[in-house]
């Protein structure tokens, strides 16, 4: 993929030494900043808002991707964009976090040759595991991974729907570099920008394709 | 075509012989004791670490249903959510989850089936599917059926037509059969061998 004025300002820049994000996809190959790819607005039109009812938690505004995978060339647009991204990247794991993680992972996965590892909650998964704990807004949840399904060396992304404060995907990184992987990034469909869930990725680079504000 | 149809098994139905199968097969842990002592569980998170063998499982499927006028794939969750998706990209139709109550946050339809101890749901949402799209409904292993029934009866309850179940894995107990609840049934393998992971 060839860089464009951007990327080489920021490889030159003495900026670089400190945590900058590119927002993937807002740049074209021509560098200009304002126009996005085309198939963004797509995918963000079709993305559903719900406000959640009293029997979940009231009031907050649900990003509903279920309304993606309804639109062939929405969801396809989806995969292609991060499949452009990562191919030829070197990428030998996907990571997906359960269960929004497993509708993305899988097709990026096999679409950049590398394996897809699922990252559940706890028990889920049958074989020996090794798990990271990441809190919630009351107490603690787990993710897990099999022992043996990441090795070191591996270079891996992390794929989920969206990304809020950045507990889980925080516990993900974890997860695959005590294995001895390199997280080269995460990649999420939506991003809520003001949870600030970037300065919680260690530092890992985030890719995503819509925020909400 | 229906006629001659006597198993759930693709070897047995037009893939006899095809290494793909022997690939997928060979990829597939099994796990004993889990999720509890006497079951030999299928484990096919290793199939997914065969690139290979897991372009294969969904090559398969995608060969088998390109040209019959698929709109709708159906994943029952969390693993049919690992191949679904990737099947109806390629055959260009919707992918719907198919999941445990209070996970879709919009309005939704339930179906309920039993557990070996008591019942679960399966839950849509009330506007994936329309009258008359046909539907493939997908997961990765089947056993008794109960699962697949309840995604049956979700997609009826909207006057969509269910062309097929589709699974990577199927035991002994839905083996001779070829229908669920009058509907084709399409497996790949058998359960693999005996504790051969290390």
């Known amino acids: ?213 | 075509k229906e006629k001659e149809r006597e198993t759930m098994f693709a070897a047995e139905n037009g893939l006899k012989g095809d290494p793909r199968l022997e690939a997928i097969s060979a990829a597939i842990r099994v796990v004993p004791n889990f999720p509890k002592k006497g079951i030999m569980f299928q484990d096919i998170t290793t199939l997914l670490l065969d690139h290979k063998a897991f372009k294969h499982t969904i090559d398969i499927f995608v060969d088998r249903y390109k040209d019959m006028q698929i709109s709708v794939v159906a994943g029952v969750e969390a693993r049919g959510f690992m191949f679904g998706p990737s099947i109806a990209l390629a055959i260009g139709a919707k992918f719907v989850p198919l999941r445990k109550p209070g996970k879709l946050p919009g309005k939704v339809i339930s179906e309920s089936y039993e557990l070996e101890y008591g019942h679960d749901r399966l839950e849509m949402h009330v506007d994936a599917v329309k009258p008359l799209e046909r539907v493939i409904i997908i997961d990765d292993l089947v056993a008794t059926g109960g699962t697949l029934s309840a995604a049956i009866s979700l997609m009826e309850s909207q006057g969509a037509e269910v062309v097929e179940c589709a699974c990577v894995i199927g035991l002994p107990e839905v083996k001779g059969q070829h229908k669920l609840k009058g509907k084709p049934l399409y497996v790949l393998v058998e359960p693999s061998g005996l504790d051969e992971f290390c």
């Open chain 1, 1 to 213: 993929m060839s860089l464009t004025i951007i990327h080489l300002f920021l490889l030159l820049s003495p900026l670089r030494k400190q945590r900058i994000y590119v927002q993937c996809f807002s740049l074209t190959m021509s560098g200009n900043k304002e126009e996005e790819d085309p198939r963004i607005n797509g995918i963000k039109t079709k993305i559903r808002v719900v406000t959640c009812s009293v029997s979940k938690i009231a009031g907050i505004m649900f990003q509903d991707i279920t309304t993606v995978l309804l639109d062939p060339k929405a969801f396809k647009d989806t995969i292609d964009l991060f499949v452009e991204r990562y191919r030829d990247n070197n990428i030998s794991v996907v990571a997906g976090i359960e269960a929004r993680g497993f509708l993305f992972g899988p097709p990026i996965a096999l679409a950049i040759g590398a394996k897809f590892v699922p990252l559940p909650k706890p028990k889920k998964l049958p074989g020996e595991t090794i798990f990271e704990e990441y809190e919630l807004e009351y107490g603690n949840d787990r993710l897990e991974m099999h022992v043996g399904a990441v090795e070191a060396g591996d270079r891996a992304l992390v794929v989920d729907d969206l990304i809020a404060t950045g507990g889980t995907l925080c516990a993900a990184i974890n997860l695959l570099e005590r294995v001895g992987a390199e997280v080269v990034e995460c990649a999420c469909v939506i991003e809520l920008p003001e949870l600030q869930g970037r300065q919680r990725l260690k530092g890992k680079p985030l890719c995503m394709l819509v925020e909400y504000r």
